[in-house]
């Protein structure tokens, strides 16, 4: 389900590709990748907006361009 956004106003590409359920705007993480090559992206939904809101996002594609959140799947963390 994409964002409702008024259609009367030019909205910019990262308002349009963003879904409901989403932690921040499509577009706004690494050129080039996808929810879908996420390691947040579990069972076609969210877990950072899950993490940031306190429940549970809507089920989204997993085409959509990647948000700022984005993490690659696979990647470990350094220990702090």
């Not at 910019?12 to 992206?41: K, Q």
């Not at 940031?52 to 993490?71: D, H, I, M, N, W």
Request: glycine share 8%; with cysteine; hydrophobic share 30%.
């Amino acid at each position: 389900m994409k964002l409702d956004i008024h259609p009367g106003i030019n909205h910019p590409e990262h308002v349009i590709r963003t879904h409901a359920g989403m932690a921040h705007f499509a577009t706004t993480g690494p050129d080039g990748t996808w929810c879908s090559e996420c390691a947040l992206f579990i069972r076609r939904r969210c877990a950072k907006y899950e993490q940031l809101a306190g429940r549970q996002g809507k089920v989204f594609p997993a085409e959509t361009p990647s948000c700022k959140y984005f993490e690659p799947k696979g990647k470990t963390h350094e220990p702090r």
